[in-house]
């Protein structure tokens, strides 16, 4: 949990903020995101408003969009609100931590094991996204909520039309520039193929701490096929099954996304999960207007 800021909202719909996501400084972050709490303290949410400086009816319509898409792997947006000057959406919390909160509470990159299992989930998240004729066009480090359960991918811009359904999209607003793929940041479309090359730069940092690193510094485990995501050549990325094939071999297809069993994390993420929901389950609710 991070603190508020005197330029934060003290309520937003119904809902009473009590902490932000993210901390100060986060890079790549697509909307501003609050933990809050019901006037009554009975129901807790994530809620989430345009970033700052952004465009709001932008933001909603691609708010509005993401609401459609409720497959497994996915942060959903459940309940939107708000006005056209001032949109929201809330979705029941979970506790959570955003990939860089992840590497931080570890104290570094994440083992092996662990980004594999990261990746392969959220690969089997695009998969089933792209089988629909749709693309993220917005996968970062920031995007990627890990929960005891595993990752899920925060569904801001999960809707994008691909272009063979006629319609071209700019990426995410924030999204860091190490998940860019070359032909998107020369003005080219995001499609399904500009999802795996920002999955290979959310792997890179999940094993490295770096969305570009040098090839030496990514294991060697991961190294050719972290390589192959991020083929400057769009044809040259593999497909998202295969990612999960090559990440966890065997792993049966549609076995990992939103799945509710708890996966293997290292014990500072376990511990930094616990605390964030024994924290806010404990913070009092403000008795009067910031």
């Known amino acids: 949990m991070e603190r508020l800021r005197q330029d934060d909202p003290a309520r937003i719909g119904e809902f009473v903020t009590v902490a932000r996501l993210d901390a100060d400084g986060s890079r790549g972050v697509p909307e501003r995101r609050y933990l809050a709490r019901s006037a009554d303290g009975g129901h807790t949410v994530l809620v989430c408003l345009p970033p700052a400086g952004g465009d709001p009816a932008r933001w909603a319509a691609e708010a ?169 050549d769009p044809e040259g990325r593999p497909e998202p099954a295969r990612v999960l094939g090559e990440l966890l071999p065997g792993a049966a297809y549609g076995a990992l996304a939103g799945s509710t069993e708890p996966v293997s994390l290292p014990g500072r993420v376990v511990a930094a999960l616990s605390r964030q929901s024994a924290e806010l389950l404990a913070a009092a609710l403000p008795t009067e207007e910031r």
């Open 64 to 232: 509005q969009q993401a609401s459609r898409l409720v497959q497994p792997g996915f942060w959903p947006v459940v309940h939107l609100g708000g006005t056209p000057a001032f949109p929201w959406y809330a979705t029941p919390y979970r506790p959570a931590l955003p990939l860089p909160a992840v590497l931080a509470a570890h104290g570094g990159p994440l083992p092996e094991p662990v980004v594999r299992t990261l990746g392969g989930t959220l690969a089997e998240a695009l998969a089933s996204a792209h089988v629909l004729g749709l693309v993220h066009g917005g996968v970062c480090p920031a995007g990627v909520l890990l929960t005891a359960c595993g990752p899920l991918l925060g569904c801001f811009g999960a809707t994008r039309a691909t272009p063979a359904a006629g319609a071209l999209h700019t990426p995410a607003t924030g999204l860091e520039t190490g998940c860019l793929a070359p032909e998107v940041a020369a003005g080219g479309p995001v499609d399904r193929a500009a999802d795996v090359y920002a999955l290979g730069a959310v792997l890179a940092y999940a094993a490295t701490g770096h969305t570009v690193p040098e090839r030496q510094e990514i294991p060697a485990g991961l190294r050719d096929l972290i390589t192959a995501c991020r083929s400057r």
